[in-house]
């Protein structure tokens, strides 16, 4: 997970643009939108995060980097971090 990639997609796609490219490529397509990363799990990662981040950003009215750590702190601890 690459943080910048992330905030890159944040910034630049809608909503709609993310869930068509996460549909895509759970069905083994090539999303419609340039997502980076190393191979289709990393590219659905970014993907995710995206999308939970916009949705944390609207939903609480909040900027990306208050949202970034909300959702890196959900990560560690859904690892157990």
Known sequence: MKMPIIKKLV??????EL?????????EQVPEIEVEGDDEGEQLTHIMAAIWIKKEMEKENIPFPKALRAYTQKVRVSIGG
């Open 19 to 27: 869930e068509n490219a996460e549909l895509a490529i759970l069905d």
């Open 11 to 16: 910034e630049n796609t809608s909503f709609e």
